[in-house]
């Protein structure tokens, strides 16, 4: 038996007259850049880009635009810096995305995705920072007083910690949200993934790497990452949601263990954000009423259809065409 901590239950309890609202909070923002080769990637030789994209990213923002297409209400808080966080701000207004930044003396980095012919994306992504110690103070107070103000009903905490921030960040923002009653979601990795774990988010979402990076172990398989997520939930308490890419998803809970395979898509067009989506979608679902293998089924539809949708967001009719190819079960 685990001590009592705000669970994913605990977000539809605070599910309103008004709806659900979500608050996400970004330490690491950036510029993603997709470019689609016409041939597989060559090292050291020149590649040409048959088509590119340019959008807002990084997790917390992915969620929160994520949220936006599927009519939730979401307000992003970040950094923002330079050029970038100019041209940053701008898309995701273009968006209609609701957001609250502190402004930052580094300029917010940029991250190169490359597909090529055969579907392998190669990315490159820059650190971000550094934050100065004034700048993280702003943010967080800014952070806090729009949850308490919002009534936010969950948070959405994630992506890497940039230069200038220690990687307990994560934890200590988990334990002052537990203490206005605001379930929080965890998705990151290495070791603010392992400090986040110990202040116990109602929710965690590693992919297959970023869980193999916490417990050691190598995840082959969809078995191998049912048997990892029921161990982690046994010992922790903390709902898991592990991503697999091509090889679907596992859920572990207070219900029991579940699987949903990837839908296929023809032509991928960017890999960027398909978690993040996959993530919002599932937990939008559920929170919204619907059971964990609905939930699952819906959120790797969403995700099949991100990644078919270029830099922007899928419609729900496009998520709709994926359905049927998204079979859900316990395991």
Do not use: W
Request: proline share 4%; glycine share 10%; aromatic share 6%.
């Amino acid at each position: 038996m685990h001590d009592k901590y705000l669970s994913i239950l605990d977000i539809r309890s605070r599910v309103t007259e008004n709806g659900v609202k979500f608050s996400t909070l970004t330490l690491n923002p950036s510029l993603d850049k997709t470019m689609i080769l016409g041939t597989p990637l060559k090292m050291g030789a020149l590649n040409r880009a048959k088509e590119s994209n340019l959008s807002a990213g990084s997790k917390g923002i992915n969620v929160a635009r994520a949220m936006k297409a599927m009519g939730a209400g979401a307000t992003s808080y970040f950094f923002a810096g330079g050029e970038t966080g100019d041209i940053l701000l701008r898309l995701l207004k273009s968006e209609g995305i609701s957001y609250r930044t502190v402004k930052t003396k580094a300029p917010t980095r940029e991250n190169i995705k490359l597909i090529d012919s055969e579907g392998v994306c190669t990315e490159i992504n820059e650190s971000g920072g550094p934050v100065s110690e004034v700048e993280t103070g702003e943010l967080l107070s800014l952070f806090y007083c729009g949850c308490r103000d919002s009534k936010t009903s969950c948070v959405f905490l994630g992506g890497s910690v940039p230069r200038g921030i220690d990687s307990d960040i994560y934890a200590e923002i988990i334990e002052n949200l537990r203490e206005i009653g605001i379930p929080s979601i965890l998705d990151c990795d290495g070791e603010a993934l392992k400090k986040g774990i110990a202040a116990r988010p109602a929710l965690i979402k590693p992919n297959a790497y970023e869980l193999s990076l916490l417990t050691g172990v190598d995840i082959k398989n969809p078995d191998v990452a049912a048997d990892i997520c029921l161990c982690v939930y046994a010992e922790t308490g903390i709902s898991v949601l592990c991503t697999l890419g091509a090889e679907g998803a596992v859920f572990t809970g207070d219900s029991g263990c579940y699987y949903v395979n990837a839908p296929k898509v023809s032509c991928v067009r960017c890999f960027a954000g398909a978690g993040d989506a996959f993530l919002s979608a599932f937990v939008l679902s559920y929170v919204r009423g619907a059971d964990e293998l609905t939930s699952l089924a819906y959120a790797a539809a969403f995700a099949s259809a991100k990644v078919a949708a270029s830099g922007e967001m899928p419609t729900q009719d496009e998520v709709a065409a994926y359905m049927p190819q998204a079979i859900s079960r316990a395991i």
